[in-house]
């Protein structure tokens, strides 16, 4: 190899300039391995899937970057809506190539690839609440990923349509959706101090409070767990 780089971190380096023509194809891997002097079977050993492992990591390594760029910030009076929003807004700015993003999103949306994009899209939507220092381990752990997830993945998409000066357009267009997941959350909060609301709703609420997130069961291979041993909502 050319490179003192660990192989994957290489091949990351090598197959982005590939990626704009080619996506993140077989060949763009194979061109990127070329590049840096690994063998193909070395780097086949490496990367079993090529290019999609790749894709996988680059994107990991978006949300280190992230993290990076927030502890460095000085964010400590900031309101934690603006914390939100401004960490989705770093995840978007690590990305200096918008091509390299929509290869990757173009990628993710193929059927058998599908399920990894969701996944990514998940862990850094769990990255941005745990490092707010998200304490749920209910069915809120669950509903604030899943609508940061609708957020951060509806606000990529119009960043790479965002012809703007400076993506003024994308970060109005992320305000927005933070403001609709806050009205959101002003109407569960409605529903649970509406005496009439609360005890016709008292039946899923009690189903959903025996809802645990994933790190109130290491033991079970699922992503969350059923106590049975609460008492009914009253």
Same mark, same amino acid.
């Given at each position: 190899?050319?490179?003192?780089?660990?192989?994957?971190?290489?091949?990351?380096?090598?197959?982005?300039?590939?990626?704009?023509f080619?996506?993140?194809?077989?060949?763009? %891997?194979?061109?990127?391995?070329?590049?840096? &002097?690994l063998?193909?079977?070395?780097?086949?050993?490496?990367?079993?899937?090529?290019?999609?492992?790749?894709?996988? $990591? %680059?994107?990991?390594?978006?949300?280190?970057?992230?993290?990076?760029?927030?502890?460095?910030?000085?964010?400590s009076?900031?309101?934690?809506?603006?914390?939100?929003?401004g960490?989705? +807004?770093?995840?978007? #700015?690590?990305?200096?190539?918008?091509?390299?993003?929509?290869?990757?999103?173009?990628? %993710?949306?193929?059927? +058998?690839?599908?399920?990894d994009?969701a996944?990514?899209?998940?862990?850094?939507?769990?990255?941005?609440w745990?490092?707010? &220092?998200?304490?749920?381990?209910?069915?809120?752990?669950?509903?604030?990923?899943?609508?940061?997830? &609708?957020?951060?993945?509806?606000?990529?998409?119009?960043?790479?349509g965002?012809?703007?000066?400076?993506?003024?357009?994308?970060?109005a %267009?992320? #305000?927005r959706?933070? $403001?609709n997941?806050?009205?959101?959350?002003?109407?569960?909060?409605?529903?649970?101090?509406?005496?009439?609301? +609360?005890?016709?709703?008292?039946g899923?609420?009690?189903?959903?409070?025996?809802?645990?997130?994933?790190?109130?069961?290491?033991?079970?291979?699922?992503? &969350?767990?059923?106590?049975?041993?609460?008492?009914?909502? +009253?």
């Amino acid at each position: 190899m050319t490179t003192q780089l660990p192989p994957k971190d290489a091949l990351i380096q090598a197959i982005l300039p590939h990626v704009a023509f080619d996506g993140w194809s077989d060949c763009s %891997f194979q061109m990127a391995a070329a590049d840096v &002097g690994l063998d193909p079977v070395v780097a086949q050993a490496v990367c079993p899937r090529g290019a999609v492992d790749l894709a996988v $990591e %680059f994107h990991k390594q978006g949300d280190a970057l992230m993290l990076e760029r927030f502890a460095a910030a000085d964010m400590s009076e900031t309101r934690y809506r603006d914390k939100i929003s401004g960490l989705v +807004k770093m995840r978007l #700015e690590v990305n200096d190539d918008k091509e390299v993003v929509r290869k990757a999103s173009a990628l %993710f949306a193929l059927p +058998k690839y599908a399920g990894d994009g969701a996944k990514l899209i998940w862990d850094t939507c769990d990255a941005i609440w745990n490092v707010l &220092g998200d304490t749920s381990d209910d069915i809120n752990w669950y509903t604030k990923r899943a609508t940061l997830s &609708g957020v951060y993945g509806s606000t990529v998409l119009f960043w790479l349509g965002d012809k703007s000066d400076g993506n003024a357009d994308t970060w109005a %267009f992320l #305000e927005r959706r933070i $403001e609709n997941v806050m009205q959101i959350e002003k109407l569960k909060a409605g529903v649970r101090g509406n005496p009439v609301l +609360k005890g016709l709703f008292a039946g899923p609420m009690w189903a959903m409070s025996h809802v645990k997130a994933p790190k109130a069961a290491p033991m079970q291979d699922v992503p &969350g767990r059923w106590d049975m041993d609460k008492e009914p909502a +009253k």
